[in-house]
């Protein structure tokens, strides 16, 4: 900015200010305005050189809301689709179903065509002698025993292995060998009730009481050196018909009281059957007949020999179903035919039973009144 007719300038560098002298016609200067900041240039390029796109970046894009997935609802299984066959549908699958059937009947049909009403028609002889070391005694015959006419003949029956594995006889024998057991081995066998049924549960209490008496009266007339009761529910009865009372607490082996008017010994062991649960193994049950062997020497006076070792013997219920597991012994559900049709069924218990007799079950002839447990008598004291 020019300024005309400018004043001296006196300027005192030395004193308190500075005094400015100007002209009359010199106009005060006004601050000028600061100067607008220079825009910065524009960048053309990116960090790394690149050019710039001239398009505006978008802006962040809106969030989706999630929604839950509905869950599907779940469909039963589909049928698999059969192969189709000729003729008319249905008609195949029932011919199928109907063989089927045809099959698993012939399967059961033990009897070769005959109905049980017939089977139960037969009987099982009886096979006693005089002077036997055992007689064998079970409550009556099985359908299978009756109709194949033979002691133990289930497969599964312990009855035969036991006699084997006890010393009592020197091979394995079966039940075709029953006849020739009194002879060789002093062994027989005879049941309390004659008729045959499928199972013991079918007996009535007039049928049970008679057998009991007629069977004292075969003991009376063979007089063995000892009654061998296979199974516990076969002396209950026995005790309860004979001596009159039921014992509360049975044990197994020599029992206190003898056959009436006889020397004959009572020896109660337990069932032969492959269902007793209390011995599900044939080694379980040899114990016992290696007692029935002692004491069959004992009675008949033999004495043991200096080089035979007794040893205890002890026997564990829950080892001997682990080892009935290990030995894939399986427990089969209860068949109320199978085991009574076989001959063995003597400590199983079954459905239905209509009087309970400790850990049997047998079915009520007649109408009774409630019998009292009476105890046994005591020795030296007379009974009326």
């Not at 359908?143 to 292995?161: D, E, Q």
């Not at 269902?275 to 007949?289: E, G, I, N, Y």
């Amino acid at each position: 900015m020019q300024i005309a007719n400018a004043a001296n300038i006196i300027e005192d560098l030395g004193g308190n200010g500075v005094v400015i002298e100007m002209s009359d016609h010199q106009e005060i200067p006004t601050p000028a305005e600061p100067p607008a900041p220079a825009e910065a240039p524009m960048k053309t390029r990116g960090k790394r050189g690149r050019p710039l796109s001239k398009e505006p970046k978008p802006g962040p894009k809106p969030k989706k809301t999630k929604v839950g997935k509905q869950p599907k609802p779940k469909s039963g299984p589909q049928p698999k689709k059969g192969k189709k066959t000729k003729g008319k549908e249905g008609k195949g699958g029932e011919q199928k179903i109907d063989e089927a059937f045809k099959k698993v009947r012939r399967k059961v049909d033990r009897f070769k065509g005959m109905t049980e009403a017939e089977v139960m028609t037969k009987t099982l002889q009886d096979i006693l002698t005089h002077n036997l070391d055992f007689v064998i005694i079970g409550i009556n015959p099985g359908l299978m025993a009756a109709y194949i006419g033979r002691w133990f003949p289930g497969p599964g029956n312990h009855f035969w292995k036991c006699l084997f594995l006890s010393g009592i006889t020197e091979v394995q024998l079966n039940h075709m060998h029953d006849q020739s057991l009194p002879e060789k081995y002093g062994i027989g066998f005879t049941n309390m009730v004659e008729r045959t049924t499928p199972g013991s549960k079918d007996l009535s209490n007039k049928e049970l009481r008679e057998g009991g008496k007629t069977l004292v009266e075969k003991l009376k007339k063979y007089k063995p050196l000892i009654a061998v009761f296979n199974g516990k529910c076969i002396y209950e009865m026995f005790s309860r018909e004979i001596f009159g009372f039921k014992p509360k607490k049975l044990e197994f082996g020599v029992q206190p009281q003898k056959v009436p008017d006889t020397e004959t010994v009572c020896y109660l062991m337990p069932s032969s059957s492959a269902r007793c649960t209390q011995f599900p193994r044939a080694q379980d049950k040899v114990q016992f007949f290696l007692k029935l062997k002692d004491l069959r020497d004992q009675l008949k006076g033999v004495a043991k020999s200096k080089e035979v070792e007794e040893i205890k013997y002890t026997f564990d219920l829950d080892l001997a179903k682990e080892d009935a597991k290990r030995l894939a012994i399986k427990e089969e559900q209860y068949d109320p035919g199978y085991e009574e049709a076989f001959g063995g069924g003597y400590c199983e218990t079954g459905p239905g039973a209509g009087q309970s007799n400790g850990a049997c079950s047998f079915s009520s002839g007649e109408t009774e009144g409630p019998s009292a447990v009476a105890t046994p008598p005591q020795p030296g004291v007379e009974t009326a």
